[in-house]
């Protein structure tokens, strides 16, 4: 049995992890910003990734840390960084401290391209810390994450019921179902391994087109899918700040990198097969999503 410490185990990513690691045997220490109901096999610890106290918990005891939570939308260059790379060196620092030596990193594969967003950047800048702090470590550039509980995408389904699909300029992404990710994540945490760096997806680029069509069979629908150019995301970027504050899905810092023509991971740079191999196909995962956000009222 393994202690595994995780952070943003209240999120999307890090809630599907606990729920396998749980069903693995292992014991959980989660770091949480508030109070949650007991659940068997968690520890949970109140805190955060700028109180070292907490960190120091919650790292103590561990056999790894799967380092999880990060900020995805932030005002401005100094709350990306504080929330990914001042938290990532929190993190660490509290690893050597407690004596944990292996540490897998969440990181984006927006990494590969710091000058396209502050989000990039910061994840980058993140990812150095961890290849320099002589622990044990590998890191995880997810492709794009969905699956039930997803709220990333949420809007993009809900635009698809009306047969519309308003893409970013033409290019090719990448797709990983939230549960894949999850058994990855808990296989590197259990298995000491060569340091690397991993990008992750279902083994497949997608063209924007070809994603967009799959999430309207997903809800039933023919989508007339069109390419927006970046003027008309930026647009779009300031009407969701107007809208929804803090809560918008589309920022200026998003719309830098939707643009880029590829987000799809590298295949000299996926996980060896005898490692994972992906076992969710996009049609199976989009359907399982859409019927999530219709139970839920979301759709």
């Given at each position: 049995?393994?202690?595994?410490?995780?952070?943003?185990?209240?999120?999307?990513?890090?809630?599907?992890?606990?729920?396998?690691?749980?069903?693995?045997?292992?014991?959980?220490?989660?770091?949480?910003?508030?109070?949650?109901?007991?659940?068997?096999?968690?520890?949970?610890i109140e805190g955060a990734l700028d109180?070292?106290?907490?960190?120091?918990?919650?790292?103590?005891?561990?056999?790894?840390?799967?380092?999880?939570?990060?900020?995805?939308?932030?005002?401005?260059?100094?709350?990306?960084?504080?929330?990914?790379?001042?938290?990532?060196?929190?993190?660490?620092?509290?690893?050597?401290?407690?004596?944990?030596?292996?540490?897998?990193?969440?990181?984006?594969?927006?990494?590969?391209?710091?000058?396209?967003?502050?989000?990039?950047?910061?994840?980058?800048?993140?990812?150095?810390?961890?290849?320099?702090?002589?622990l044990d470590w590998t890191i995880v550039?997810?492709?794009?994450?969905?699956?039930?509980?997803?709220?990333?995408?949420?809007?993009?389904?809900?635009?698809?019921?009306?047969?519309?699909?308003?893409?970013?300029?033409?290019?090719?992404?990448?797709?990983?179902?939230?549960?894949?990710?999850?058994?990855?994540?808990?296989?590197?945490?259990?298995?000491?391994?060569?340091?690397?760096?991993?990008?992750?997806?279902?083994?497949?680029?997608?063209?924007?087109?070809?994603?967009?069509?799959?999430?309207?069979?997903?809800?039933?629908?023919?989508?007339?899918?069109?390419?927006?150019?970046?003027?008309?995301?930026?647009?779009?970027?300031?009407?969701?700040?107007?809208?929804?504050?803090?809560?918008?899905?589309?920022?200026?810092?998003?719309?830098?990198?939707?643009?880029?023509?590829?987000?799809?991971?590298?295949?000299?740079?996926?996980?060896?097969?005898?490692?994972?191999?992906?076992?969710?196909?996009?049609?199976?995962?989009?359907?399982?999503?859409?019927?999530?956000?219709?139970?839920?009222?979301?759709?």
């Amino acid at each position: 049995m393994t202690i595994l410490a995780i952070t943003g185990a209240t999120g999307f990513v890090g809630g599907a992890l606990v729920a396998r690691a749980l069903a693995a045997g292992h014991q959980v220490r989660a770091l949480t910003r508030r109070a949650q109901p007991p659940r068997d096999g968690v520890t949970w610890i109140e805190g955060a990734l700028d109180r070292p106290d907490s960190l120091a918990r919650l790292a103590t005891g561990a056999d790894a840390i799967v380092h999880v939570a990060g900020v995805v939308n932030a005002r401005d260059r100094a709350g990306f960084a504080t929330g990914n790379i001042d938290g990532t060196r929190a993190m660490l620092a509290a690893a050597v401290q407690a004596g944990v030596d292996r540490f897998v990193h969440v990181s984006s594969l927006s990494a590969r391209e710091p000058q396209l967003s502050n989000y990039g950047w910061s994840k980058a800048a993140a990812e150095a810390l961890v290849e320099h702090s002589g622990l044990d470590w590998t890191i995880v550039r997810p492709s794009g994450v969905y699956g039930p509980g997803d709220m990333d995408m949420r809007d993009i389904f809900r635009v698809a019921r009306y047969g519309l699909a308003l893409m970013p300029p033409p290019g090719k992404v990448g797709l990983v179902h939230v549960d894949d990710l999850a058994r990855l994540l808990l296989i590197l945490a259990d298995n000491a391994a060569d340091r690397a760096t991993y990008e992750v997806d279902d083994g497949l680029a997608w063209s924007h087109r070809a994603f967009h069509r799959a999430i309207g069979a997903a809800v039933g629908r023919r989508v007339l899918a069109i390419h927006l150019p970046r003027a008309l995301l930026a647009a779009g970027a300031r009407i969701d700040r107007r809208l929804r504050g803090d809560g918008a899905r589309l920022t200026q810092d998003r719309v830098s990198y939707l643009v880029h023509p590829d987000w799809a991971a590298d295949p000299a740079r996926r996980p060896p097969p005898a490692l994972w191999v992906p076992a969710i196909p996009l049609a199976e995962g989009l359907a399982a999503t859409a019927r999530w956000y219709r139970a839920n009222g979301l759709l």
